[in-house]
């Protein structure tokens, strides 16, 4: 017993410690693009003219002067996919750690028919948007 | 010390890739653009055939004046190009490029790593857009947003059913449990998927967020020089990315004859031919309308990634 408990704390400070190796090195990627994104803004400060105008500095809208606030106010067509959207991504993020043991030993049919009932509850859900009318504008 | 050189090579490797290969497919984009619709293209700069035309138009995008509207939202908007572009060097390490752990690095997650990183690019366009303060790049804004909401959920259907088929989301993982026969398999998946990746990139038919001849350039109306190429090479890393991105998950990567020793270049090749499928498709097709997009993918592309998870989990059931 003591044996196999040793071994199962060894492979999980293996484990922990592959981890933070893998994340460090993805956080250093990070850091060496924040680099190159300073190097390039520095190199582009030294390199390029300034001299702005009043004009220049004017929102651009086609060459005449600007029409009221830039933060105008619009129709938001697209919120009801917001909560489609929502709803299915939410969603989506539950099958990855199913489809990653669905079809080890032991798992099989049942596993398999719990998932049609999932992406059945799914389809009914976007065949009820659908017939609502919500996915056509015109 | 020998590991901390490794990782310093590794680094060194990822960003050369980064700066070069969205360059090669922009170069090929001028060339293949002209040839299809028969006109030259660049042809003068660096003498043969114009190669060095991006490198001149980096030129002048370095010497031109940093223009930030007065009625701009300053940090934000300043902050904005990085933000689109740095995701995709991020998501760069994780590609597995050949067998044997020729993989930037190995991230266990690497799937939905790469998915999440990935997503965070939008968030760039959305600050661009919102930031400018002008009514143009607002509403490329919100158009970049509704499409998110368009094409997020058919690539993670999509990507998920691979990660059926593999039984694990690693990218290596999946490479080293890959067969020929899932290339039929997975290919209403992978059709899904690509085409949910040129919405994400915003690349033609779905560019409606930058449509020029409706709204100027979207939400990038506002930018010149230097930040302006960032939101472009964003744009083309995108492409590297994406290519590489289906080649790993839906064509086997670097699996092919000789793959112990030139494994690396046949993920290579398949990246380039889709990166030439995405340029064609720029050239053929006329620009679908913002409702067209929804429609197209809630009505077609989550049905279609719906029924790929059910063939997935059905034959793998039976098969294992």
Redesign the interface.
Known sequence: MPESTVAAARAESYFAE??FH??S??G???V???L??AV??A???L??????T?E???????GVD?VG????Q?Q???YV??F??VI??VD??Y??PW??????PGF??TT?VE??VF?GF??VG?LY??KKGV???? | MDSTLDVVLRLVAVLVVFLVLPLVVGQTEHKVMAHMQGRLGPMYAGGFHGWAQLVADGVKFAQKEDVVPAAADRRVFQLAPAVALLPYLLVLIAIPVGPHGFVGEAVDAGLFFVLAVMGVGVLGSLMAGWASANKFSLLGGVRTAAQLMAYEVPMLLTAASVAMAAGTVSLPGILDAFHWWWIPWQIVGGLVFFTAGLAELQRPPFDMPVADSEIIFGAYTEYTGLRFALFLLAEYAGIVVLCALTAVLFLGGWHGPMSGSLGWLWTLVKTGLLAFVVIWLRVSYPRLREDQLQKLAWTILIPLSLAQIALTGVVKVVIS
């Not at chain 1, 606030?69 to 105008?72: D, L, M, Q, V, Y």
């Not at chain 1, 489809?99 to 080890?104: G, K, L, Q, S, Y």
């Not at chain 1, 996915?135 to 015109?138: D, G, P, R, V």
């Open positions: 592959s981890y893998t994340y090195v993805v250093l990627v990070a060496v693009g924040v190159f994104v390039a803004f190199a582009g400060h390199l390029r003219p300034v001299a702005p009043r220049k500095m004017l929102t651009y809208e086609c600007p606030e830039g933060w105008a619009t938001i067509r697209y996919y917001a489609l959207y299915f991504a989506a993020i099958l990855f489809a990653t043991v669905f079809a080890a099989g049919g398999l998932m049609f992406i799914l389809a976007l948007a659908w996915l056509e504008w015109t």
